[in-house]
């Protein structure tokens, strides 16, 4: 300014000099803020150049964003894009950020509207070396450095994630919420994330707290708003760990493994059909001798465990049935050594489906298992150890039956399940078991056997012999009884394969007594019982013997398969009748008069049944002497075949060979060809086919024609056919007081079999050309002829009478009488110079009577003389 005074014109240098001064410092000015600027846009670019750097050690492979601002000391963006090398995109929209400073820089505040996630497959290699859950779990180190990063606040609003998952990809939808506070004991973190599952809600509420000594986690999982289950953690010192999981009442879930299905392989268990109420409680306390980097040092240390499990509810597994029951387990380890202090297990299978079972029974297939399992408590459990302990498994089985096994098992701990055992008690419990052939009542048994099983099979035998009884068992197709058996069972050995399509097999011995062995053929008695038996491919096989107090001897070989008919063949020991008659003593239906007294029966016997009963026996009787009712025998040679067809019985003679037969008058040799056909409900009224019959007697023959005979008719006929019998030999059986003579006679008797009683209508007998002989000479007859002279020449006639013709008729009736009219023809050489005479005689005969008198006369057993005696009596009593 120009000083006070001047004229204005003077001081222009003055007024220059002022004008440089400015300047300059203008000048100077402008470098600073232009250095200011340098250095800020130098700093933009380093920053960029660092941002660039950690996008690029993140594997970000592209950064996008829209409405990017700073406002309210936040970074606020409306849309943010962001993609990684590995494929994964990440898109938030609304998102606001706060900054903060805490020991450094830190995020206080995160706030999103929605965050989209795709996550793309996982490609095919894999690294190795990944972080392990459980141990990631135990690391108080990772807790503590997660609540150090963590905003104070934390809220997104809306989450859409598409994941890969089995079904290729999968859609997950939820919200997530975090809250820090400092406390004046610590720090805690509270956090939310709640998801949406196919319109079901699953949350997860996490509580974190730390402090200097100690971490704690609680968190609680919630399904549809009911809590689930709940985790309670502690870690303190970076190597003590302790905690508990507990499911209180797990909920309906069914979706929930459903859904995480879509993720993941579950395994075999069916653990999507956990049911309602299933509770857990798992409690733990790690102490470890140094900081973990494994799984491994945590269980190295000192350890506790404690478990609980119970289904209240059946749990429904595939192919093994449905399960219930509860788990208890307590463990402690010290330096790897560990101890079962206490441990507990009962179990219940209901509606059993294990594939092995298929082909058992339904009357021995069990319908459920009770099982009890109690290990021996302070037993160590190094890794090569055996686990050691009580088994209970009780089996129910239809109509009140249960198997019942007990006994001390063990299970080596260094591989997959297995469990051996080599005193496990069997017992069996059955007040009836009905099997579709089969029913049994009063059933009990006991077996002491070695038990072996693994996830493969099951293997048994018995350790010592086994015992089995019952007091009654019916085999309703053969009609078959078995009372008060107790059998013995030397030998045992089982397989039952637990995987696959094998079944059942199984072997051993049996020897037992049956008190009695009820048919309605047969005699009860006791029977001895001795076989190997083995059921493979459903099917039971048998070889044994079989013998009763008669002293009849079977040995016989039997299968039986399941739902098939059961088969059984066998050899009938030599039977010597010296010693006895086990067949009379055996079979009901042996005829009461027929007794043998020597010779031999052998024979074979085949039989099966199911829809229908078949029976096939073969016998041979050789040399066989013996008695039938009042008539004696002997020489019996024959071939017996017996055939049963559900109701229908045959048994043929195809060779009836016999020396000799004595009713009175001695017949044989007889031989015959015969079969009998009847309902097994009516033996005696069939029909019985004669297709050769003959025997010798008086030194000719009888022969019956072929025929057949129905019983069940009211009347049966035949005819017997006479050819040379020799009238000398019937005098000498039938001797006459002075009557002789000779000749062969011829003739046919129709025979009538009425009620049982035989008659003979217009039967024909007549002497074969040239005729014969007939002598009388009688101190009965001289004294009537001296006293009548018609008397006098028919006494001189049958002296020596020459006869042409000698024929008769026969009548036999039903009172036993014989009447014979007989007509005579010839003459006498030395009467009346050989004059021709005829004669007409009617003979009666009772011939019952004069059979038994036959037999009194001569040397006869006791046994016929009494059967004799007691007919003679029997007809006197009948007669008026």
Request: glycine fraction near 10%.
């Amino acid at each position: 300014m120009p000083e006070s005074g001047q004229p204005p014109g003077a001081g222009g240098v003055l007024t220059c000099e002022r004008f440089d001064t400015f300047g300059g410092r203008m000048r100077r000015r402008g470098s600073i803020l232009l250095l200011i600027f340098l250095l800020l846009t130098l700093g933009v670019l380093l920053v960029r150049l660092w941002g660039l750097q950690q996008l690029h050690a993140a594997s970000v492979q592209q950064l996008d964003w829209q409405g990017l601002r700073w406002r309210d000391a936040a970074l606020q963006v409306d849309e943010l894009h962001l993609q990684m090398q590995d494929g994964l995109r990440l898109t938030v929209q609304q998102a606001r950020l706060q900054p903060g400073w805490r020991g450094g820089p830190r995020l206080r505040m995160l706030q999103a509207n929605s965050l989209q996630l795709h996550l793309p497959a996982a490609q095919g290699t894999s690294q190795s070396g990944g972080l392990d859950p459980l141990l990631l779990l135990g690391d108080e180190q990772f807790w503590r450095q997660l609540a150090n990063w963590a905003p104070d606040s934390a809220r997104v609003g809306q989450i859409n994630a598409s994941l890969p998952c089995r079904d290729q990809r999968c859609q997950l939808a939820g919200a997530w919420q975090l809250q820090r506070t400092e406390q004046a004991d610590g720090l805690a973190l509270s956090s939310a994330l709640r998801l949406d599952l196919d319109g079901q809600q699953l949350d997860v509420q996490p509580q974190l707290h730390l402090d200097a000594e100690r971490v704690e986690l609680q968190a609680d999982l919630q399904i549809d708003q009911a809590t689930a289950a709940r985790l309670s953690s502690q870690w303190r010192g970076g190597q003590h760990w302790q905690g508990s999981l507990h499911m209180p009442d797990w909920p309906q879930t069914p979706w929930l493994f459903g859904y995480l299905g879509r993720w993941m392989a579950l395994g075999a268990l069916p653990i999507e059909q956990i049911p309602a109420a299933a509770q857990l409680q798992l409690d733990w306390q790690l102490d470890a001798a140094r900081v973990p980097e494994s799984l491994h040092d945590w269980l190295a240390g000192d350890v506790q465990l404690q478990g609980r499990l119970a289904l209240p509810e059946p749990w429904a597994v595939d192919q093994v049935g449905e399960v219930s029951g509860e788990l208890s387990v307590q463990l402690q380890g010290a330096a790897g050594d560990w101890q079962l202090t206490q441990s507990s297990l009962q179990a219940r299978l209901q509606a059993l489906a294990l594939p092995a079972l298929h082909d058992v029974p339904a009357a021995l297939r069990p319908q459920q298992l009770e099982l009890q399992l109690s290990p021996l408590a302070g037993q160590r459990l190094q890794p090569d150890a055996l686990l050691q302990a009580d088994l209970l498994v009780e089996a129910a089985l239809p109509k009140d039956a249960s198997v019942t096994l007990a006994g001390l098992v063990s299970a080596p701990l260094n591989r997959q399940w297995q469990l051996a055992s080599d005193a496990l008690q069997l017992s069996l419990q059955a007040p009836l078991l009905d099997l579709p052939a089969l029913r049994a009542r009063g059933v009990s048994g006991r077996w002491l056997v070695r038990l072996q099983a693994d996830a493969a099979a099951l293997q048994a035998a018995l350790v010592e012999p086994g015992m089995l009884r019952w007091q009654q068992l019916q085999l309703a197709d053969a009609g078959l009884g078995l009372r008060d058996a107790s059998l013995v069972q030397p030998a045992l050995q089982l397989t039952l394969p637990l995987t696959g399509d094998a079944a059942l097999t199984a072997s051993g011995r049996l020897d037992g007594s049956l008190a009695a062995l009820e048919h309605p053929q047969l005699k009860a008695q006791r029977w001895e019982l001795s076989g190997d038996w083995r059921w493979q491919q459903t099917q039971l096989n048998w070889r044994g013997k079989v013998n009763n107090a008669a002293g009849l001897a079977l040995a016989h070989d039997a299968s039986w398969p399941a739902g098939g008919d059961w088969r059984l063949s066998g050899e009938l020991a030599p039977l010597f009748m010296r010693a006895g008659n086990p067949l009379a003593d055996t079979l009901a239906g042996w005829p009461e008069l027929l007794g043998f007294a020597s010779g031999q029966v052998s024979g074979s016997l085949q039989a099966s049944g199911g829809r229908q009963l078949r029976v096939r026996s073969d016998l041979t009787l050789s040399g066989i002497k013996g008695i039938y009712d009042r008539t004696a025998f002997s020489g019996l040679d024959s071939p017996l075949k017996l055939q049963l067809e559900g109701e229908q019985l045959t048994l043929s003679v195809p060779s009836l060979q016999l020396a000799q037969a004595n009713p009175g008058i001695e017949l044989g040799p007889l031989r015959g060809q015969l079969t009998y056909h009847a309902a097994l409900a009516q033996p005696a009224n069939g029909r019985l086919e004669v297709n050769e019959l003959r025997t010798g007697l008086l030194g000719g023959e009888v022969r019956v024609r072929p025929t057949t005979v129905d019983l069940a008719e009211p009347e049966q006929r035949a005819e017997l056919q006479l050819q040379g019998l020799e009238l000398g030999r019937l005098f000498e059986v039938y001797p006459t007081e002075g009557l002789s003579g000779g000749g062969t006679l011829d003739g046919r008797l129709p025979v009538l079999l009425r009620d049982g009683q035989l008659l003979i209508d217009e039967g024909a007998v007549a002497a074969r050309e040239p005729g014969g002989v007939l002598r009388y000479r009688s101190d009965k007859l001289q004294r009537l002829a001296a006293a009548n002279p018609s008397m006098r020449e028919l006494a001189g006639v049958l002296e020596d009478f020459h006869y042409t013709v000698l024929s008769s008729q026969v009548d036999y009736g039903e009172n036993g009488n014989m009447i014979l009219g007989l007509r005579l023809q010839g003459s006498n050489p030395d009467f009346q110079q050989g004059r021709q005479v005829n004669l007409n005689v009617t003979l009666e005969e009772n011939i019952p009577a004069l059979l038994a008198s036959l037999q009194l006369s001569g040397k006869v057993s006791e046994i016929i003389q009494q059967r004799v005696q007691q007919h003679l009596i029997k007809q006197r009593a009948q007669q008026p």
